[in-house]
């Protein structure tokens, strides 16, 4: 979006930076320590009826993408850096070149995760839900100290 003239706003967010992180923080913090509390469950003993299907999961993932904040602003801060047009040829293909980038990581991601996913016992997903909650933590815990420190 950013690249095809939504720069108000993202001129909007960086003039609210500071309270982004305020907020930023405080929800990093919980999501952390939500994470870091969740016990895995199972999911051979889950109803497969009541799973979503993929072209759903993907287009709420690319529906989440497209309207996060730091999506628009890295996007802003992309085109800026690279003084790309927003009406040119440029911003086009190096918006495709970002979709078909990020679509690559998406599917060699999840393909090493259903690889691997026999391997994962309950336990190591709790160590994993552990470590990510501290580590998500712990990142909302400095963009929170950046803020407060203005």
Known sequence: MAAFGLTVVSDTLVGQARLLGLVGGLALIYVGQR???????????????????????????????????????????????????????????????????????????TGAVAALRTHLTLRVLRWVNLVSGIAIASFGTVVLAVAIRG
């Not at 850096?81 to 998406?106: D, E, I, Q, R």
């Open 35 to 109: 994470t870091a509390r969740t016990r895995p469950t199972d999911s051979t003993r889950t109803d497969p009826a009541g799973r979503r299907g993929l072209a759903r999961a993907y287009a709420s993932i690319v529906g989440l993408t497209l309207t996060n904040p730091l999506t628009i602003l890295i996007f802003g801060a992309l085109f800026g850096g690279l003084a790309v047009s927003s009406s040119g040829a440029g911003a086009a293909s190096l918006t495709v070149g970002v979709f078909f980038g990020s679509t690559s990581w998406w599917l060699i991601l």
